[in-house]
């Protein structure tokens, strides 16, 4: 008697173990999966188009020209508070249907002499829900005075301008370095079209300047909507006037990086 009924109890037991394994198995909690935004890359090879190999490490970000012969000359839109005036960029990303951002970390570029230390000491950011330029647009993350810079890395890249186009080309050199500055940052977004806008500060109170996306043997993409606050205090479209100067201008596009889960 006693041992069946022992037997029956360890029979319970099991089955409700089983149950509770069976429950927590069909809702297990769920993993976010590791995402990395990129708005466009800079760098153009270790080649020159003149046939010039960067320095050991190195890559370069060549102006890039069309088939006609018209190459940009612009290297760089500026983005920084100094001396003169208070410049901030913009450009947009967008988040699919259905995901959701877990934002820590958006990262920006900027040109700067070469040397062994950056001469950055700030980076100031805003993420906005629609182009800041419009009124019915809003402030949801940043503002312009506190100092979110968590890190610089050195990216390795020389910014150019085109080395053949047009002929002779300009002679490349190691000038203007670029630096990828880095900031913490926890926002939680849903899908949608938002900007990102930043402002940069260097230690010599100087001007900074963001560098233009680079797609080979294209001068810009017609979907392209970069911006800058000016020193006029208005928004302005980036876009390059080319060399020969050509009309229409042609739109340009800003490099950033946001690290999310989702």
Known sequence: MYSRLLSSLLLLIAIASCSKRSNSDNNPTPTLRDGIYNNGIIATGTTTNSGVTAPSGF????AQHDNTGVTNVTIGFACGTSNFAKYRA???FTIPPGQIWQISKISIYVMAPSGP???ID???????NGDPSLPASSLIFGDLTTNLLSGITDSMTYIIQNSSVPAPGVTP???NNTWKLSANVSKTLSSGTYWLVWQVHRIDN???YSPTIKVKGSRGLSNWNAKVFNALNVWQNL???GNPYTLPWVPQDLPFEIVYKY
């Open 59 to 62: 890559k370069w970000s060549e």
């Open 90 to 92: 913009a450009d947009d």
């Open 117 to 119: 230390l950056p001469p």
């Open 122 to 128: 700030s980076l100031r950011m805003q993420i906005w």
């Open 173 to 175: 050199q190691t000038l």
């Open 206 to 208: 100087s001007d900074s």
């Open 239 to 241: 876009t390059d006037v």
